[in-house]
Nanobody
Framework: QVRLVESGGGSVQAEGSLRLSCAAS????????MAWFRQAPGKERVFVAAISRGGSTSYYGDSVKGRFSISRDNANNTVSLQMNSLKPEDTAMYYC?????????????????????WGRGTQVTVSP
């Protein structure tokens, strides 16, 4: 069993920054790639960023490139998302996800169906 718990969400003004964290527990050796997705009310869950098991490769959604940065600390079983230059359209529930498959690619990492493990989310609200 794998458990993912997000933290760090909150309310911030546009152009501000937030840092989200996701702590993994349980059978953490089952997790390979990790990712962040977000979902606004009434909209689909959208890919934000993903990182390989070793942390050497990462992918980003087009809307966050250059503003967000994903990282992971395998010693502490955490993955983080540094979000800078936030915009009101970044407002959403942010979810941490883990993939058990060892294959990591830009195509696979961008699909929510690739991930077996999910956290409950942390809310990010960006005001104008």
């Amino acid at each position: 069993q794998v458990r993912l718990v997000e933290s760090g969400g909150g309310s911030v003004q546009a152009e501000g920054s937030l840092r989200l964290s996701c702590a993994a527990s349980g059978r953490t050796l089952d997790i390979n790639a990790m990712a962040w997705f977000r979902q606004a009310p009434g909209k689909e869950r959208v890919f934000v960023a993903a990182i390989s098991r070793g942390g050497s490769t990462s992918y980003y959604g087009d809307s966050v490139k250059g503003r967000f940065s994903i990282s992971r600390d395998n010693a502490n079983n955490t993955v983080s998302l540094q979000m800078n230059s936030l915009k009101p359209e970044d407002t959403a529930m942010y979810y941490c996800a883990g993939d058990a498959d060892i294959y990591f690619s830009s195509t696979r990492s961008g699909r929510a169906t690739s991930y077996e493990y999910w956290g409950r989310g942390t809310q990010v609200t960006v005001s104008p």
